[in-house]
């Protein structure tokens, strides 16, 4: 079944989804210890930031997670109706020669999942598993859930925008995830309008983040494009 998911217009969902088997990855349980983020992080970011700036590189490392595991997960459930196991344990991630995260491989083929027009039913598993990796990154770094949240319903936004050239009834189910303010089950929804327009320069559309990613906090890093802080 995971055969023929990203095809066409659909390709660019499906890049980071590895389906090489002989590509060595790390299980994401064995990533979000102390010790592999320790290691990761001064690779990549090296020893002037780190640990210095850890909240900033938690926040920068979880931007790689997301643009990893929410396309393909998103798309094939609005497209097709299936997903993957979505257990910590259940996935493994690429790594580049530097250290960054670099491509996911789901445990297993493709199945059926839920078809609910409800988003947070239907995508219940990916909450899941986002709430876990925030938390655990949240305690590592010392850095606020909500700036983390901030970054996939970011991811999120992106994806669902891209997929309305391609199949706008699809994408605004997942727009519930991001329009709702309150989970169906009357829990607060973290991802509410996590990404917002306003009126810019011209009168053109200028979107911002609800959450600063903090990475303006490191002068060669900057503002990131849709900072809320901009201006």
């Not at 909240?55 to 643009?67: A, E």
């Not at 598993?129 to 949240?138: T, W």
């Not at 200028?206 to 890093?221: A, D, F, G, I, M």
């Amino acid at each position: 079944m995971s055969h023929g998911l990203f095809e066409g217009p659909l390709a660019v969902f499906g890049k980071t989804r590895l389906c090489d088997e002989a590509r060595p990855v790390w299980a994401l349980p064995e990533l979000l210890r102390d010790e592999t983020l320790d290691r990761l992080l001064l690779k990549v970011y090296g020893a002037e930031l780190m640990p210095d700036k850890l909240p900033v590189l938690v926040s920068q490392w979880f931007k790689f997670y997301s643009m990893q595991l929410i396309p393909p997960v998103l798309v094939a459930s609005l497209m097709h109706g299936v997903g993957w196991p979505l257990q910590l344990d259940r996935l493994g991630f690429a790594l580049r020669e530097r250290g960054v995260l670099d491509g996911v491989r789901f445990a297993g083929e493709a199945f059926q999942t839920s078809h609910s027009p409800d988003p947070f039913e239907r995508f219940a598993p990916l909450l899941d598993n986002l709430q876990q990796v925030i938390e655990r990154l949240s305690g590592y770094g010392e850095v606020a859930t909500g700036v983390l949240w901030g970054t996939a319903g970011d991811y999120l936004e992106t994806c669902l925008r891209q997929l309305a050239e391609v199949d706008r009834e699809a994408s605004d189910i997942g727009y519930g995830l991001l329009r709702q303010r309150l989970r169906t089950d009357g829990r607060r929804n973290p991802l509410f309008n996590a990404i917002a327009y306003k009126q810019g320069p011209g009168g053109q559309p200028l979107r911002q983040r609800r959450s600063c990613c903090l990475s303006h906090r490191v002068e060669w890093v900057g503002r990131c494009e849709h900072c809320p802080l901009a201006g």
